[in-house]
């Protein structure tokens, strides 16, 4: 009965926050709700893939017919970096982004590629397979540090994972969805930001250079941006936490935590409130909007908005010698 109850208590610290985050992000929105269930449970797979892999660092997997040894990238970073023992933690704390953010992100990818309709889209699906990911999380580590710390210490332990850790989950995801998402709608927002005369020099000079198409140089742009941002957001934190400094007698942890998770808030709502990422562009390219419909349409605004402004200047320069002549 203790196990049982020991289970049902981890299983509700880990899902009731998961839950509260989800609605936080969602409740604006109307995704389907079994692609969110999908989407959670595809997180939670990517988090146990790690964790098995982590395990076997220190064994042989015996596959029947040959056997296999995980390479534990940290003792190699390690070793080749023993005369600088700082660099060489900040770049296994890259390690560990880069298997995170790439698994959880895979994951997700292979889950929606059908079903993106616009940047939010899969902003949002991002974030839900980082909290699938962080749960799963939370699941092991409050099963493993059950009644190895006191009551007290426990319920701050559990209080920063289902806040902290998770929140830099979810950012980095988000991230990286964001830019995904750029990624993955990169001939219908090329047309877009034309239309708003954002200029982009280096496509220009690959397009006339190297004879690339922009929308696949702007696709591979987006996506490096987004992998390097979540990956290096997620090994900072890992690494301010890991080392002992403060700052006018403050560790230094406590600021980058605070900043984490609010500021990360503050900054996946913005994203998500953005009016390019609330554009429907995933009708682009089908019968309902074929693209060259698409192309057309934003070609007649820009008209639309260059008449305007000439009117505007046209009745500007009038007045202009009206005041003249007064």
């Not at 192309?295 to 605004?301: A, G, M, Q, R």
Request: hydrophobic share 50%; net charge neutral.
């Amino acid at each position: 009965m203790e196990l049982e109850a020991k289970h049902i208590i981890v299983f509700l610290l880990a899902i009731i926050p998961a839950i509260i985050w989800i609605y936080l992000f969602l409740h604006r929105h109307h995704e389907n709700k079994w692609l969110v269930v999908i989407t959670f449970l595809g997180g939670m797979l990517a988090a146990k893939l790690i964790l098995v892999y982590q395990g076997y660092w220190d064994e042989t997997i015996n596959l029947i017919f040959f056997k296999v040894d995980p390479v534990d990238f940290r003792q190699n970073i390690n070793n080749l970096f023993s005369s600088s023992p700082f660099f060489a933690l900040f770049l296994s704390f890259v390690g560990v982004g880069v298997m995170e953010e790439f698994l959880k992100f895979w994951i997700m990818k292979f889950i929606n590629y059908r079903f993106f309709k616009s940047i939010d889209d899969v902003i949002e699906l991002a974030i839900i397979a980082a909290l699938g990911f962080a749960f799963f999380e939370n699941i092991v580590y409050f099963t493993k540090q059950w009644g190895q710390l006191s009551a007290g210490t426990f319920a701050a332990f559990a209080m920063f994972r289902v806040t902290i850790v998770t929140m830099v989950h979810v950012l980095c995801s988000g991230l990286l969805g964001y830019y995904f998402g750029m990624a993955f709608f990169a001939s219908p927002m090329l047309q877009i930001e034309h239309m708003k005369r954002k200029r982009h020099p280096v496509l220009q000079f690959l397009k006339r250079v190297l004879h690339l198409k922009k929308s696949h140089v702007y696709h591979d742009e987006m996506i490096i941006i987004g992998l390097f941002s979540a990956i290096f957001l997620h090994a900072i934190y890992d690494y301010i936490l890991s080392i002992n400094v403060t700052l006018i007698g403050i560790p230094l942890h406590i600021p980058i935590m605070l900043l984490y998770f609010f500021g990360g808030f503050w900054y996946l709502n913005k994203l998500l409130k953005k009016k390019d990422s609330n554009l429907k562009l995933g009708l682009v390219g089908t019968e309902v909007m074929p693209k060259e419909d698409f192309i057309k349409l934003l070609d007649e605004v820009q008209e639309i908005k260059e008449k305007m402004r000439s009117e505007s200047e046209q009745t500007l320069t009038e007045n202009e010698n009206q005041n003249e002549i007064i």
